[in-house]
T-cell receptor, first 113, second 114 residues
Framework: GNSVTQMEGPVTLSEEAFLTINCTYT??????LFWYVQYPGEGLQLLLK?????DKGSNKGFEATYRKETTSFHLEKGSVQVSDSAVYFC????????????FGRGTQLTVWP | EAQVTQNPRYLITVTGKKLTVTCSQN?????MSWYRQDPGLGLRQIYY???????DKGDVPEGYKVSRKEKRNFPLILESPSPNQTSLYFC?????????????FGEGSRLTVL
C-alpha cells in the first residue's frame, strides 16, 4: 500500500540552527512527493515537491531530495527562523489515485529566538 | 484569487443535531476531498470525489456523508454527530494531474460536538 512515515516531534530549535525532518515512504509505482506546511490557525499549503527520483524540491530556504534507493524525502533547512515555527507534513501521490495524497502524521517545529 | 472556502470556520453543536460543512472551490478542479486532523494522527481522508456525482470513501468515512452535485461544491454532512467527531476538518481540491498532484486546502473548520 501507500504510506508515509515521518519523524515524530515536537522538534525545538534555536534560531539559525540546522533543521532535518526525516520522511520515508512506501508506494506502489512511482510517486510524487510533497512537503506541506501548516502555520498556526491556517490550512495546509504546499512548501515544495519532487516528481521523480533525484529531483530536488526547494522553497523558502527549505530543500528535499527524492531518494528512490532509500525511499526517503527528508526536509532540510540550513538556518531556521522563528517564523518557520509550524507543523510540517510529508505526503505522496500516485497515479492510481489521482487527486489524493497520503500524509504522514506531521512534525511540530518550534523555533526559539 | 484561487481559493477553497469552507464554512463555518468554528462550530459547537450537540450530539445528534445534523450539520453540514460547506466547501467551495473556484479553480474548476475535478478532485475534491475532505480530511480530518487530530492530534497524533495527522490528516486522515474522509471522502473524496473525482468529479460531479462521483464520490468514494476514504480511510475514515463512518458517520459522514458527502455529495457532489456541482463541480465547485463538496459539502460534508454529519447526520447525527457524536463527540468522537470533534476535530479540525479540511476541504481540499486538486486538478489531479499526476506530475503536480498539489492539493489546495481550505482554512479549516473546527467542530466541537458536546
Amino acid at each position: 500500500g501507500n504510506s508515509v512515515t515521518q519523524m515524530e516531534g515536537p522538534v525545538t530549535l534555536s534560531e539559525e540552527a540546522f533543521l532535518t525532518i526525516n520522511c520515508t515512504y512506501t508506494a506502489t509505482g512511482y510517486p510524487s512527493l510533497f512537503w506541506y506546511v501548516q502555520y498556526p490557525g491556517e490550512g495546509l499549503q504546499l512548501l515544495l515537491k519532487a516528481t521523480k527520483a533525484d529531483d530536488k524540491g526547494s522553497n523558502k530556504g527549505f530543500e528535499a531530495t527524492y531518494r528512490k534507493e532509500t525511499t526517503s524525502f527528508h526536509l532540510e533547512k540550513g538556518s531556521v527562523q522563528v517564523s518557520d515555527s509550524a507543523v510540517y507534513f510529508c505526503a505522496l501521490g500516485v497515479s492510481s489515485t489521482l487527486g489524493r495524497l497520503y500524509f504522514g502524521r506531521g512534525t511540530q517545529l518550534t523555533v526559539w529566538p | 484569487e484561487a481559493q477553497v472556502t469552507q464554512n463555518p470556520r468554528y462550530l459547537i453543536t450537540v450530539t445528534g443535531k445534523k450539520l453540514t460543512v460547506t466547501c467551495s472551490q473556484n479553480m474548476n478542479h475535478e478532485y475534491m476531498s475532505w480530511y480530518r486532523q487530530d492530534p497524533g494522527l495527522g490528516l486522515r481522508q474522509i471522502y473524496y470525489s473525482m468529479n460531479v456525482e462521483v464520490t468514494d470513501k476514504g480511510d475514515v468515512p463512518e458517520g459522514y456523508k458527502v455529495s457532489r452535485k456541482e463541480k465547485r461544491n463538496f459539502p460534508l454532512i454529519l447526520e447525527s454527530p457524536s463527540p468522537n467527531q470533534t476535530s479540525l476538518y479540511f476541504c481540499a481540491s486538486s486538478s489531479g494531474h499526476q506530475n503536480t498532484g498539489e492539493l489546495f486546502f481550505g482554512e479549516g473548520s473546527r467542530l466541537t460536538v458536546l
